[in-house]
């Protein structure tokens, strides 16, 4: 499950006063089911340049299963 918290403010002046004032918030969270088990203690969570990079090493031993398409 990944989660996180979103902040966003905006703030629009006309002549040094505040016209408008907007603020939002919010909580984020997606869950991901995953084909085969996963190593826990291999696997690594990055973020880079706004993306998140997950590394999820499977399990020693998990088979994949081949399906044939016709």
Do not use: Y
Not at 11 to 32: C, D, K, L, P
Not at 47 to 55: A, H, Q, R
Not at 56 to 70: C, M, W
């Amino acid at each position: 499950m990944i989660s996180a918290n979103k902040e966003k403010s905006s703030e629009a002046t006309e002549g040094g006063n505040v016209v408008r004032q907007e603020r939002f918030w919010g909580h984020i969270q997606r869950s991901v089911t995953l084909a085969s088990p996963i190593d826990q203690a291999g696997a690594k969570a990055v973020c880079e340049n706004g993306v998140l990079v997950l590394t999820l090493p499977k399990l020693a031993g998990s088979q994949n299963k081949t399906v044939q398409i016709e």
